[in-house]
């Protein structure tokens, strides 16, 4: 019987915690995809976006992988969206095993679907 009772007492906490769980689940969505799109679909989600979102704050214009492509690579060359010569294979090469100072970058982070789709909006046929 006190057993019950304790169980009764706990109940709006619970509650209430569900409800603060549910709202914190809410907040962590970023706001930027929140404007986009509503829900994050991975399925959906664009390669082009995927690309700024992954690769873009080194690769975008400004970017320190642009800078360090600039060194060797011709003005708007430095910039991967705009290169002619990306082949699939070389971009799964160094995107998992890293190239000069850029880092490898894990599955974890880039899955192999979202690499997919990277390539496709990197690679020119
Ligand atoms: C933290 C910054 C950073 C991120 C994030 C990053 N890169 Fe890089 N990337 C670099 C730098 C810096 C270089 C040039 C390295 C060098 O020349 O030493 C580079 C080079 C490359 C090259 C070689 C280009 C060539 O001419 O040989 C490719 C391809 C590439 N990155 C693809 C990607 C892709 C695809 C992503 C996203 C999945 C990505 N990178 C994310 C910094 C980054």
Redesign the pocket.
């Known amino acids: 019987m006190n057993q019950l009772m304790a169980c009764e007492k706990q109940r709006p906490l619970q509650q209430f915690r569900k409800i603060l769980l549910a709202g914190l689940l809410i907040a962590s969505i970023p706001a930027h995809a929140q404007e986009k799109s509503g829900w994050i679909d991975l399925e959906k989600q664009d390669s082009a976006a995927l690309?700024g979102e992954?690769?873009g704050?080194?690769?975008k214009a400004g970017?320190?992988?642009t800078t360090?492509?600039s060194r060797?690579?011709q003005g708007e060359q430095a910039l991967?969206e705009n290169?002619l010569d990306?082949k699939a294979e070389?971009?799964t090469a160094?995107?998992r095993g890293g190239?000069?100072?850029?880092?490898p970058?894990s599955r974890g982070e880039?899955s192999d679907e979202q690499?997919v789709k990277?390539q496709q909006h990197?690679v020119k046929e």
Do not use: S, T
Not at 99 to 103: E, I, P
């Open positions: 690309f992954k690769c704050m080194c690769h970017g320190m992988g360090i492509l060797r690579l991967l290169r990306l070389y971009i160094v995107v190239f000069g100072v850029m880092y970058i880039v690499l990277i990197l």
